[in-house]
């Protein structure tokens, strides 16, 4: 989920006080899957702006005081290494530094956090937490909570096993992941475009808080 971004306003004082994505927000962004293209974004770019980017900005603004201040990812993507030349993201996510992540696109809402983008220290530290008995025990703690409550587990994962754990280690599905977050998300529902949207948001980032701390703890913060 690393990615440059612009920071989200501190605080309330003139930000606009968040009342959800409208059905534009995803509209634009049906519409821009199937022609991400500059004629289409300068069309349709105040659309982006006002049912997208300043929405996202105001819902970062109400969750700041609890989960610290977010970054907007920009709309552009980085091409010069792809061979994909599309010019845009098809979705708008921010992140905070706490590990939390929000994002909209033509499917919906979607809540995530965890350790999606590791460095090599942050993964090497997170294999030797799960290997060890305490901690590795509470990380399957936490992600059974979080599966029973509708979450969702994904990440890179290898397709054997580290090099040097036993096949018959006890948490080997864990040791497996190159990355590791869980998610969860919902259509483009009416309620989306309500604060339904800021109560759910709020409600999944408490839920997914002792999974962010298991993991700045035991691998260090990271996006």
């Not at 929000?102 to 590791?118: E, K, N, Q, R, T």
């Not at 409550?149 to 190159?178: C, I, Q, S, W």
Request: aromatic share 10%; glycine share 8%; hydrophobic share 35%.
């Amino acid at each position: 989920m690393a990615s440059t971004g612009s920071r989200a306003p501190t605080g309330s004082t003139g930000t606009t006080r968040f009342s959800g994505f409208p059905p534009e927000a995803f509209a634009f962004y049906e519409g821009l899957a199937a022609d991400n293209s500059k004629e289409f974004w300068a069309a349709h770019k105040e659309t982006y702006e006002t049912a997208v980017r300043e929405p996202m900005l105001a819902l970062a603004a109400e969750l700041e005081a609890e989960f610290g201040p977010a970054k907007i990812f920009r709309p552009y993507r980085d091409v010069r290494f792809s061979h994909d030349k599309s010019p845009y993201k098809t979705q708008q996510g921010a992140h905070t530094s706490q590990g939390f992540y929000v994002a909209v696109d033509a499917d919906g809402l979607l809540v995530a956090a965890g350790l999606h983008s590791p460095t090599g220290e942050q993964l090497t530290r997170y294999r030797a937490a799960v290997d060890a008995d305490a901690p590795g025990k509470e990380l399957e703690a936490v992600l059974a909570k979080l599966v029973k409550g509708g979450f969702e587990l994904a990440g890179e994962r290898l397709k054997t096993r580290p090099r040097g754990v036993a096949a018959d280690h006890p948490r080997l599905d864990l040791l497996r992941y190159r990355s590791l977050y869980a998610h969860r998300g919902w259509p483009p529902d009416p309620w989306v475009g309500s604060r339904e949207a800021l109560k759910r948001v709020r409600t999944s980032w408490r839920a997914l808080r002792p999974f962010t701390e298991w993991c700045r703890t035991h691998a260090g913060a990271g996006e």
